[in-house]
């Protein structure tokens, strides 16, 4: 087979004193995900995705959140990682799309700079990558302003 799909979604609770970041991108908001490392709900998704494709696990797997080592870790860094086990082991990214559920803060004006950045770590371009935002019409945590999600589909491609 010389394709493969994987799915991920992430979830991180939003809380005060600390930043946003999402796609490697730090959005102003007067807060931020709670997570071990800098919580960036969207890198960690596009990660699982990607590991999922291979059956490779999860992010937890590689960068467990109890070692203290990880603490506050840089995702875009993370992604990197990721993204050499997969070359490694013969694929490449085709496309990631990906969808951030967030109910605030409005996040249209930074969707080009997460785009960018995550092609950049990934060195794709970013016709390769796809990230959209949506609100859940007040319902549940991510409605109520108590939490962020996201979810990806990436495809990969045997080089």
């Not at 995702?75 to 990906?98: A, E, F, P």
């Not at 080009?112 to 319902?139: F, I, W, Y």
Request: hydrophobic residues 45%; contains cysteine; negative net charge.
């Amino acid at each position: 087979m010389n394709i493969r799909i994987g799915n991920g979604y992430d979830i991180h609770r939003l809380v005060l004193d600390r930043q946003l970041i999402l796609g490697g991108v730090n959005i102003p908001y007067e807060k931020g995900l709670l997570g071990h490392s800098d919580a960036d709900v969207l890198t960690h998704t596009i990660m699982d995705a990607m590991l999922g494709g291979l059956a490779l696990g999860d992010i937890g797997y590689y960068f467990p959140p109890t070692d203290p080592k990880w603490a506050g870790a840089d995702s875009i860094k993370l992604l990197q990682s990721v993204n050499q086990l997969i070359k490694d082991r013969g694929w490449q990214i085709g496309n990631i799309d990906s969808v951030i559920i967030a109910e605030a803060p409005k996040l249209k004006p930074f969707i080009k700079s997460m785009c960018d950045r995550l092609a950049q770590a990934l060195e794709l371009e970013t016709s390769q990558v796809s990230v959209k935002a949506t609100t859940n019409e007040g319902l549940d945590s991510m409605g109520q302003k108590e939490s962020i999600a996201a979810h990806a589909v990436v495809l990969l491609v045997r080089i």
